[in-house]
């Protein structure tokens, strides 16, 4: 504002520097979830091509269609997938598609 109180001045340079503190905060936060979401991706293809004997680009497809099909998000396919790796248990949200996918895919 200018020394009248009037609106239409220059910001404060202190607000500045906050609203771009917050701006950096939120570019923060969103980078870890991004990255956080990769590494269970990756965890996931590490499990498809493990169990399915598959090329990670293979696996990566498999889980990309299963969730577009299911319409379930893919960041929670893959936590699905990384459960069953350590459970031994598919989710039954996404079973019957991973199971219909991996048969289409594989000669047993």
Request: glycine fraction near 4%; aromatic fraction near 4%; hydrophobic fraction near 45%.
């Amino acid at each position: 504002m200018h020394e009248d109180g009037l609106p239409g001045a220059v910001q404060e340079p202190e607000t500045d520097t906050v609203d771009h503190i917050k701006q950096l905060e939120t570019k923060v936060a969103q980078l870890e979830r991004a990255v956080d979401s990769h590494a269970v991706i990756d965890q996931a293809i590490g499990v498809i091509v493990a169990v399915a004997r598959m090329t990670p680009a293979q696996a990566w497809d498999l889980i990309r269609e299963t969730s577009m099909c299911t319409n379930i998000k893919l960041r929670h396919v893959a936590e699905l997938i990384v459960a069953w790796g350590t459970t031994g248990a598919l989710a039954a949200d996404i079973r019957e598609e991973i199971y219909r996918r991996l048969n289409d895919r594989i000669v047993w």
